[in-house]
Structures are given as C-alpha cells and as structure tokens.
C-alpha cells in the first residue's frame, strides 16, 4: 500500500496523542496530560459535528445542547447518589460504565426531540432552530435551581471505571483517547457504508436523493441522534475531567466554538476535526497564558485560516493531492 | 402501466398544468415534446411527488401514486434521470452507483455495477473518481446508471441529451434503445425529434399545459413539418 500525504500526517496525528503520557513524564508536568485529554474530549465532539456539518451539510448551532446533556446525565445521578437519594433508587450511577452510557442515551433522546422538529427546516432556518432548541436547553438548566442553577453542580469524585478509581490523569486520558478511538473508527465504518452515502449524496441534494427512493429525513435524523450520543459522551468526559458542569457547557457560545474547531480544523474529513480541537485549545491555552483577550489574537488567525487554507489546516496538511 | 389522468399542477405561483394527460404501457417507450415552459417538466415533477399534482389522478400499475411523497414513487419502481444530470458530485462513481441501488420488486434481470459498467464502458474507467470531475456526457451516463441501479420498471429521462456533444448524444440514444429491446418502459422528454423517432412507440406534444396531439411515430413522421412548427425546432 501506498504512503499519501494523508496517511503520514494521519500517523503524525495518531504518534503525537500516544507520545502525550511520555512527554509529560519528560516535562515533568502534569499540565500536558490535562490539556491533552481536553483535547480528545472536544475532538470527539468536533468529530461528531463534523458528521452533520461536513458531510451531510447540516449546519447544527446547537451542537452543545447534547454535550451539556451528556455532561449534566452524569452530574445529577452522581449528585442524587451523593444526597442518598438514587435516581429511581438505583445504586450504580457512580459506575461509568452505567453513567457514560445513559449520558448518551439521554443526549441522543435530545437529538431525537430537537433534531426530529430541526429537521424539518434546512439552510439558515436549521441553523437558527437548532440554536434556539440549545438555548431552551441553557435557560432550563440555567432555573433549575435544585441543580445548581446558574452556579452549576460539582461532582465529589469521578465515576468509578469497572469499579477502579480514575483519579490519575494518565489513566484518564487513556479512557478518553480510547474514546476519542472508537468514535473515529465509528464515523469511519458509518461514512463509508451506504448509509453514510445517502447522507453524502443528500449534502448536495435532498431532492434528488427523494427522487431515487430514499426518505432522506430518516436518515438525516438517525445521523443527527448519533453525532448526539457522540457529544454526550463527550460531555460525560468532560464532567469527569473537571469534576463540575455548568450551563455553561450548553451555551451558543460553545456550539460557536465546537463549529470554529470543525471548520479550522477542516470539513469532510475524518481527521481534520481533531486537527481543529487541537489547535483551538493549544492556542486558547497558550494565549491566555500570555493575555485575558487571546480572542484579540486567534480571531485574525481563524481568518487567516478561512483565507489561505479554505479546506481547513487538515486540508492545507494534506495538501490538494486527495480530497 | 403508468397513467397521467387529468391534471392541474402549479409551479412557482402560476397554474403551468391545465388537465395534462398522458398513458405509459409497459415495454413502451412515449415521449413528450414541446417548447420550453409547456409543462412537460412541472408533469415529470407530477409524476415524481416533487410538485404533487393539484387535482386529477396518476396511477401506477394500477396503485394511485399521486399523494405518495417522492421517495415512495421511487420505491414503487419509478427511476429518473433528472434534468441536469444532478449526479452526487461528493461521491465518487461507483458510490453514486452504489448509494440508493435497490431492488425492491425483485426485478428478473438485476441491475448490477458490472451491467451498467457493460452498458458504459467510460463509467468503469472512472470508477474511483469523484463524479463531480466528469465531463458532462459522463454524469449523463452516471445519472442514468444510477436510476438503472433501483432496478425501475420505468424509466423517466428529463432532456437526457441537453447539452451534449453529437458523439456523446449517440451514445445516449444508443444505450436507450438497447434498455427498450430488453424491455424497459421509458418516458423521455427530449427534442430530438430524429432520434425520438428512431426510438419511441408514441408521443405526445404538450402545449400549454395540455396534450396538443398524440400519436404513433409513424402518424408523427406524416405530419413532421407541423409538429416541428408546433414545437419551434
């Protein structure tokens, strides 16, 4: 098999995320590992996004809606199981195994409510409805006061991983980049089989995916519930990681950025996403380091990207060999 | 097979449909024939579900297919080829192919991607490329092998051969006449009468959102000059 540009900077990618662990030992920084579990983190969400934006040209501004759904699952059975008072009085929901699984189960619920209603509209009308489902969402978590309200909820510990404390930040970003793995190799498997066709095909028209036979809603809102699942699993990590979720995690400001890291990154693509969520947090961790108003600073760099690399920094990578 | 009874279809604000009529049987091959803006297209979109017909009836093998929605005309064994090729420009040729191939009637001869690599050898040659670099001839061939790949029982061509270079029209007209010897019913809107007439059993001008005549090829080919008239070739 041959060697493309693609598949060298694939390895590159893949190398830097299994080097993380080992040049942190040589730093002597914890930091590093943070920051790269952030990253796999938000990648799974930019992966999921790119699903719907990329290839099936479902521009989502609501796409925090699910990770902030995922993110709270878990928080509130961790804080009903804290108070005595079990959801249902079920005793597990500190096992993440239990508590992972029902944070995308009750964010792919969410996408089906908001997608089956979202789906309906298409161009800009989509992207403003999927907006205006996600601020719902951020104003109910906002006046749930019994949760936190505006404050958001700590979590005392992390879930329990088949019963094993994940409190060690190298253990962690393993679970998270195994997770990161997974979602990849599942959008891959779902892209390339015919159902990732239609949703292909049906990007340029629906119409004439209609006209061929194939009720292009359906599969619009199966993708649309699987990019969910895929962020609420993203938001369950995340709770995890920062022991804390907040409404914040569901605002439009969020989404905004989830979309940032999708396009800087570049769209259609399996690994431009992550390239995208990358970028966006080292140089948010690096300028913030240096000023409170990075924005100042990596607001020209998106432009420069939209200008010089329109396909995305994955894109410019690559190079205009494959596309 | 299929049957257009009595129409009316608004496109766009306007009636363009005023009590359109039409019949396909099976193993048949009928064309309609006009100027631009007549309706042939607003009745290929009637036929489709994508402008459903305001008033009047259609039926398909005896199933009324009128209030169906698009995708479930298609799955009642009705293929297009659309005007303008619309080709899946994203996927590559063998995916456009492949993407929505069905066979949902249990067709006796099976539309495979060796068939329609037969039917057009330049589709295998290009199989890995994207269709969006195709020249125009190409994603005719593509859009037809992709509507051949729902194993339809009818086939609809809106203007197949627009567009087209001579060679490449042949080639078109070629394989449509080798679809009609193996049995396929086809609908063609075209204005190539020569070629229409090689090929077709009838036809029908529309004019005005109506039928302005019908006939055989033969009773076509007598009043030739008229009709050419009639239709501004």
């Known amino acids: ?323 | 097979m299929l049957r257009v009874d009595n129409i009316t279809s608004s496109y766009g604000g306007g009636l363009i449909l005023f009590g359109m009529s039409l019949d396909v049987g099976a193993r048949e091959v009928v064309t309609l024939i006009g100027r631009n803006g007549m309706g042939k297209s607003t009745t290929i979109r009637a036929i489709m579900g994508l402008t459903p017909a305001r008033s009047g009836a259609i039926t398909f093998d005896g199933k009324r297919i009128e209030a169906l929605r698009p995708h479930e005309i298609a799955q009642n064994g009705i293929g297009l080829v659309p005007e303008g090729r619309q080709i899946f420009v994203r996927l590559s040729v063998e995916e456009n192919l492949v993407a929505t191939s069905a066979d949902r009637q249990g067709a006796a001869n099976k539309w495979s991607l060796a068939r329609v690599y037969d039917l057009f050898p330049r589709l295998a040659e290009r199989r890995a490329q994207s269709g969006g670099t195709l020249s125009g001839g190409e994603q005719q061939m593509l859009a037809i092998g992709r509507a051949l790949m729902t194993n339809p029982r009818l086939l609809i061509l809106d203007e197949a051969t627009e567009g087209l270079a001579p060679l490449i029209r042949e080639d078109i007209w070629a394989c449509l006449r080798q679809l009609k010897s193996e049995g396929l019913s086809i609908l063609v809107v075209d204005r190539n009468l020569d070629a229409l007439l090689g090929l077709a059993d009838r036809h029908y001008v529309v004019e005005k959102g109506r039928v302005a005549w019908s006939g055989t090829s033969a009773e076509l080919a007598v009043r030739r000059d008229n009709i050419e008239r009639q239709i501004g070739i």
């Open chain 1, 1 to 323: 098999m041959k060697l493309t540009r693609t598949g060298v900077f694939t390895i590159v990618v893949a190398l830097a995320f299994l080097a993380v662990p080992y040049a942190a030992t040589l730093l002597g920084s914890n930091y590093v590992i943070t920051l790269a579990t952030r990253v796999a983190i938000y990648a799974i969400v930019a992966v999921s996004l790119d699903m719907l934006v990329g290839r099936s040209n479902l521009v989502s501004f609501g796409h925090a809606a699910y990770f902030g759904l995922g993110g709270y699952a878990v928080a509130i059975s961790a804080f009903h199981l804290a108070n005595d008072v079990p959801i249902f009085g079920w005793a597990g929901t500190n096992e993440a195994l239990i508590a992972w699984p029902l944070a995308m189960f009750v964010a792919g619920f969410g996408a089906l409510i908001i997608g089956a209603l979202s789906l309906r509209t298409a161009g800009v009308y989509f992207i403003m409805i999927t907006l205006a489902f996600a601020q719902m969402l951020f104003f109910l978590f906002v006046a749930l006061k019994y949760y936190g309200g505006d404050d958001g909820l700590s979590l005392s510990t992390r879930n329990l991983f088949a019963g094993n404390r994940i409190t060690d930040a190298r253990t962690f970003y393993w679970i998270c980049l195994a997770a990161l793995a997974i979602c990849l190799l599942l959008s891959w498997r779902i892209l390339n089989s015919r159902f990732g066709m239609v949703l292909r095909g049906a990007a340029a028209s629906e119409r004439r995916m209609a006209a061929l036979g194939f009720p292009v809603y359906r599969y619009r809102l199966a993708a649309f519930v699987i990019a969910g699942m895929m962020a609420g699993l993203a938001g369950a990590l995340w709770a995890n990681q920062n022991r804390f979720v907040s409404p914040d995690m569901l605002s439009w400001v969020r989404s905004g950025e989830f979309l940032v890291m999708v396009i800087m990154g570049g769209l259609s693509s399996l690994v431009g996403p992550v390239v995208g969520a990358a970028a966006f947090l080292l140089i948010e961790s690096y300028l913030s380091g240096w000023t409170e108003h990075w924005q100042m600073v990596f607001g020209p760099f998106v432009l420069l990207v939209a200008v010089f690399a329109p396909r995305g920094l994955w894109g410019a990578l690559r190079g205009k060999g494959d596309v």
